[in-house]
């Protein structure tokens, strides 16, 4: 968990959607969050159509200003499929980011099937050694029924107290070709159900961070109580706002990290109301050494 004030220059990148996040400096009543997903193992800018955007020490290099210039306290947080899949440093590649996800000290990593290609004992590793809070709530063992990281998180910022819960789609041919066969991924709704009957009294708002499809993600909004929001890898970024589906807000991830993508929390009498705001990380955007030489690192 991390302190942070606003500048006004993510504010003009992000093209004026949202919206509690002001230019003043002046510290607000809102709860923020960073969060990422979809990572894909892009340590470096990708080649998009944007143009040489993104990259791990881009996104670290933003975090770290709004670090420095914000006053709101923040929650850092991943929703999955950050390991890369193909190619031929996957090893090397996959370590690299979760020393980098360390490094930036997230708050939470949720772990999907495609992660698992980043190797069971690279996990672990990560989990044991690095301190990274990798969850799930559905990943488990075959032969013993036990989860292999905590289903959730519960986190405090300003007398709120914060639930973030992970859970991965059922894949089992990225399961297999991670060469994962001991492990599978329960039904999701009833993982999201028994996690939330476990930490739903302990918490003000839920988080449920995942890569099901658009429209599981929508559809567990709205079915499921004790949701607030769902942030899902596999649903699109709101343009202008964040959308909600019955009771709670859905909202989509950033691809190959090209985005900072922040949502704010405020309490609106008995309910939350949530604003989102996006960053394009392009050549502007000062990236952090310290993650630089991770990468460096690796391609020696």
Same mark, same amino acid.
């Given at each position: 968990?991390? !302190?942070?004030?606003?500048?006004?220059?993510?504010?003009?990148?992000?093209? @004026?959607?949202?919206?509690?996040?002001?230019? *003043?400096?002046?510290?607000?009543?809102?709860?923020?969050?960073?969060?990422?997903?979809?990572?894909?193992?892009?340590?470096?800018?990708?080649?998009?159509?944007? %143009?040489?955007?993104?990259?791990?020490?881009?996104?670290?290099? &933003?975090?770290?200003?709004?670090?420095?210039?914000?006053?709101?306290?923040?929650?850092?947080?991943?929703?999955?499929?950050?390991?890369?899949?193909?190619?031929?440093? $996957?090893?090397?590649?996959?370590?690299?980011?979760?020393? *980098?996800?360390?490094?930036?000290?997230? =708050?939470?990593?949720?772990?999907?099937?495609?992660?698992?290609?980043?190797?069971?004992?690279? /996990?672990?590793? +990560?989990?044991? *050694?690095?301190?990274?809070?990798?969850?799930?709530?559905?990943?488990? =063992?075959?032969?013993?029924?036990?989860?292999?990281?905590?289903?959730?998180?519960?986190?405090?910022?300003? %007398?709120?107290?914060?639930?973030?819960? %992970?859970?991965?789609?059922?894949?089992?041919?990225?399961?297999?070709? +991670?060469?994962? &066969?001991?492990?599978?991924? &329960?039904?999701?709704?009833? &993982?999201?159900?028994?996690?939330?009957? !476990?930490?739903? @009294?302990?918490?003000?708002?839920?988080?449920? $961070?995942?890569?099901?499809?658009?429209?599981?993600?929508?559809?567990?909004?709205?079915?499921?109580?004790?949701?607030?929001?769902?942030?899902?890898?596999? !649903?699109?970024? *709101?343009?202008?706002?964040?959308?909600?589906?019955?009771? +709670?807000?859905?909202? %989509?991830?950033?691809?190959? @990290?090209?985005?900072?993508?922040?949502?704010? /929390?405020?309490?609106?009498?008995?309910?939350?109301?949530?604003?989102?705001?996006?960053?394009?990380?392009?050549?502007?955007?000062?990236?952090?050494? !310290?993650?630089?030489?991770?990468?460096?690192?690796?391609?020696?």
């Amino acid at each position: 968990m991390v !302190e942070f004030m606003k500048k006004s220059i993510l504010l003009c990148l992000s093209g @004026g959607i949202l919206l509690t996040l002001g230019c *003043s400096g002046k510290a607000d009543k809102a709860l923020h969050i960073i969060y990422s997903g979809g990572l894909a193992g892009y340590l470096e800018p990708c080649g998009c159509r944007e %143009g040489r955007v993104g990259g791990m020490a881009r996104l670290a290099g &933003a975090i770290q200003d709004s670090l420095r210039h914000w006053k709101s306290p923040a929650l850092l947080l991943d929703a999955g499929e950050f390991a890369e899949s193909y190619g031929s440093d $996957l090893v090397a590649k996959n370590k690299s980011l979760l020393e *980098s996800f360390a490094l930036m000290r997230y =708050d939470a990593v949720n772990v999907t099937s495609r992660d698992l290609m980043a190797g069971l004992q690279n /996990l672990h590793w +990560a989990a044991d *050694s690095l301190k990274v809070p990798l969850i799930s709530a559905n990943l488990i =063992d075959r032969e013993s029924g036990r989860q292999l990281f905590p289903g959730w998180v519960i986190k405090e910022m300003r %007398g709120k107290r914060i639930g973030v819960l %992970g859970v991965g789609a059922v894949r089992p041919l990225e399961r297999i070709k +991670a060469g994962a &066969a001991s492990l599978e991924f &329960a039904n999701p709704d009833s &993982a999201i159900r028994g996690a939330l009957a !476990e930490i739903g @009294g302990q918490c003000d708002w839920t988080i449920l $961070l995942c890569d099901l499809t658009s429209r599981a993600s929508r559809d567990m909004a709205a079915r499921i109580p004790g949701l607030d929001i769902v942030i899902s890898t596999s !649903e699109i970024i *709101s343009k202008d706002q964040a959308r909600k589906f019955g009771a +709670a807000y859905v909202i %989509g991830t950033s691809r190959k @990290g090209k985005h900072l993508t922040t949502i704010s /929390l405020l309490e609106a009498g008995d309910s939350l109301k949530v604003g989102l705001s996006k960053a394009l990380l392009d050549s502007t955007v000062k990236a952090d050494p !310290e993650v630089e030489k991770i990468i460096a690192s690796r391609e020696k």
